[in-house]
């Protein structure tokens, strides 16, 4: 596959906007879904996917993200091309592995993710393969609490994705995503694994809704994300600034 040149996010949307000749809130986002599923099914299929899942089997697969979850979110960091990511919970790096294989395949050879892992009994983003860990720099793990490092501010003001995937309790996902959507730039891409532990993530997708009082539809000038969406255990919402 051709990869894209560099670009700022601003200046690929209207690319996008500009091949497919259509508003930026209908087919350029729905177009998303389509090439998301493309890069996840490639992933799936690949070596890398089968030499991460025997490095996981190998380590315990105990609280690790599952393959499938992993291809999706391959698919969407592909689709993003980000610059500056943060995860929560990055823990033993299965998640942290399949982020940084997204940007190494886009070129992405500047970007970052600020993986932030509280537990200090775990062997912080182990299953990350070598050259994807020093390759360019690229992964940057902290160890503590996501909320001591926001306080300090030693995470980016300004993202481009964010990746929940510590705490799954109802208070404290709902305040990561209330926290991070507010840090994410416009086209941002906030996901959440394990959505199905209770209703924060619909909850707060619900929240960036807006409906005309008078025909109870969806009003797109006022609503604040362009698309959202859930695959398995992952949910998405890509910010509207």
Same mark, same amino acid.
């Given at each position: 596959?051709?990869?894209?040149?560099?670009?700022?996010?601003?200046?690929?949307?209207?690319?996008?906007?500009?091949?497919?000749?259509?508003? /930026?809130?209908?087919?350029?986002?729905?177009?998303?879904?389509?090439?998301?599923?493309?890069?996840?099914?490639?992933?799936?299929?690949?070596?890398?996917?089968?030499?991460?899942?025997?490095?996981?089997?190998?380590?315990?697969?105990?609280?690790?993200?599952?393959?499938?979850?992993?291809?999706?979110?391959?698919?969407?960091?592909?689709?993003?091309?980000?610059?500056?990511?943060?995860?929560?919970?990055?823990?033993?790096?299965?998640?942290?592995?399949?982020?940084?294989?997204?940007?190494?395949?886009?070129?992405?050879?500047?970007?970052?993710?600020?993986?932030?892992?509280? #537990?200090?009994?775990?062997?912080?983003?182990?299953?990350?393969?070598?050259?994807?860990?020093?390759?360019?720099?690229?992964?940057?793990?902290?160890?503590?609490?996501?909320?001591? =490092?926001?306080?300090?501010?030693?995470?980016?003001? #300004?993202?481009?994705?964010?990746?929940?995937?510590?705490? /799954? #309790?109802?208070? /404290?996902?709902?305040?990561?995503?209330?926290?991070?959507?507010?840090?994410?730039?416009?086209?941002?891409?906030?996901?959440?694994?394990?959505?199905?532990?209770?209703?924060? =993530?619909?909850?707060?997708?619900?929240?960036?809704?807006?409906?005309?009082?008078?025909?109870?539809?969806?009003?797109?000038?006022?609503?604040? /994300?362009?698309?959202?969406?859930?695959?398995?255990?992952?949910?998405?919402?890509?910010?509207?600034?």
């Amino acid at each position: 596959m051709k990869k894209m040149p560099a670009l700022s996010l601003s200046q690929w949307r209207r690319r996008k906007e500009a091949d497919l000749d259509v508003p /930026h809130s209908t087919a350029s986002y729905y177009a998303m879904w389509d090439r998301v599923a493309r890069f996840a099914a490639e992933i799936r299929a690949s070596d890398f996917m089968a030499e991460m899942i025997r490095r996981r089997d190998a380590y315990g697969s105990e609280g690790v993200m599952g393959a499938i979850d992993c291809a999706t979110l391959y698919g969407l960091t592909r689709w993003l091309r980000p610059e500056a990511i943060v995860e929560s919970g990055g823990y033993i790096g299965m998640s942290s592995a399949f982020i940084l294989k997204a940007l190494a395949d886009e070129g992405r050879t500047t970007a970052k993710l600020y993986s932030v892992e509280l #537990s200090h009994e775990c062997e912080q983003g182990a299953l990350i393969p070598d050259k994807l860990r020093s390759s360019s720099g690229g992964f940057v793990p902290m160890r503590g609490k996501v909320e001591e =490092f926001l306080k300090d501010n030693e995470l980016p003001s #300004s993202i481009d994705m964010f990746l929940h995937d510590s705490s /799954h #309790s109802y208070r /404290h996902m709902l305040w990561e995503f209330r926290q991070f959507w507010a840090r994410l730039r416009d086209g941002g891409l906030l996901v959440s694994h394990d959505v199905q532990m209770n209703s924060a =993530f619909p909850e707060f997708v619900a929240s960036t809704y807006v409906h005309d009082k008078t025909t109870g539809r969806r009003d797109a000038q006022r609503t604040s /994300h362009y698309e959202w969406g859930r695959w398995g255990y992952i949910g998405f919402a890509v910010k509207k600034g």
